[in-house]
C-alpha cells in the first residue's frame, strides 16, 4: 500500500514540485490550498487537493477531521514578509506567526500520534536559511522560521524513537515567485526608506537567481526518505560553503558581510 503524504502549500513553488515528486515515487498525495478549486491549469495530476487555511484555527481543525492515515506530511506553506520591526503591525506579525508556526505545529501535534501507532511517520518543517543568516527588515520571517526548526531539532528526540522523524529543510534563495507575493511594510516618511528600497531590489534580484523549486523538493524527498532523516537539510544559495564560514567567522564580521551583500548603509 502506498504511503500517504500531506503538502501543504502545494498549490505553487516549493510545494506544488514537491507534491510532483511524491506522486512520481509512488506516494498518494493530499495537496492544499485556500482555494482548491482555483488552482486550475497548475493543478498537479494525480494530486487530491483539499482546503486549508493556516491561518484559521476552524480550518486546520477540519483538515484534519477529514484525514485518515498520514505517513508523511510537509509543513511548506509560508508567507514572506518583510519591513523594519519598528513598523510591522502587530496584526501582520500574528498572522505570520500562524501561518508560519502555529498553524504547522498544529497539524504536527494533531498527524503524530497516528504515526507512532503505525510505527512510521516523517514530518519536514519547510524552513529558511534565513533562521541562520539573519538579515535586516525581515525579522517577522526570520522569527518564524527560527521557531519553526526550534520545534523540529527539538521534537525530534521525542519521536524517532517511534520511527517518527521530524526534520527541517531550509532553502536558500529559490526562483518561486514568492517575492511577488511577499507581504511589504513601510511607514510613510520612513528613516528606513533608502535601505529598506536598496535592500528589497537586492533580495529580489538574488531571488531570481536562485534554484528550482525542483531543486529543493528533491532535498524533501531525501529527508523523507532517509533511514534516520538528519535534523537539518540546507540547500541553495552556496549552502554548504556558507555554513562553514559561520562556524569559522565571527557574528559581527558575518554580519557585516550580509550587509554588504545586501547594499546596505553599515
Ligand atoms: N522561495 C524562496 O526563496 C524560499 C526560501 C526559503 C524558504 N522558503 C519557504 O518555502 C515555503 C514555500 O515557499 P514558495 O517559495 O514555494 O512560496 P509560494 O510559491 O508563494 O507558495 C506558498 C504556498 O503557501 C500557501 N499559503 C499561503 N498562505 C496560506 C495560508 N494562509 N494557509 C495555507 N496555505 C497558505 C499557498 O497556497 P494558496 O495560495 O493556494 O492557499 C502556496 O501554495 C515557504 O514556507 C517559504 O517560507 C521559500
Partial sequence: MSRVA?????????????????????????????????????????????????????SVEAFVAGLDQVDVLVNNAGESQAGPLAELPSEAVERLFHLNVLGPVALTQALLPGMRQRGYGRVV?????????????????VATKAALRGFAVAARFEESVFGVWITAVEPGQVDTGLRDRRTKYLAEGSPHTADFTTFLAKLDEQQARGITPEKVAGTIV??????????????GSNAPAMFALRRLLPRTVLERIIARAYGLSR
Fill in 6 to 58: 500531506v503538502v501543504t502549500g502545494a498549490s505553487s513553488g516549493i510545494g506544488r514540485a514537491t507534491a510532483v515528486a511524491l506522486v512520481e515515487r509512488g506516494y498518494r498525495v493530499i495537496g492544499t490550498s485556500r482555494a482548491p478549486d482555483a488552482i486550475g491549469a497548475g493543478a498537479v495530476s494525480g494530486v487530491e487537493y483539499r482546503a486549508l487555511d493556516l491561518t484559521e484555527k476552524a
Fill in 125 to 141: 518543517m519547510v524552513g529558511s536559511m534565513l533562521a541562520s543568516f539573519p538579515m535586516p527588515y525581515r525579522s517577522s520571517y
Fill in 222 to 235: 531525501t529527508a523523507i526518505e532517509a533511514r534516520r532523516p538528519r535534523p537539518l537539510y540546507a540547500v
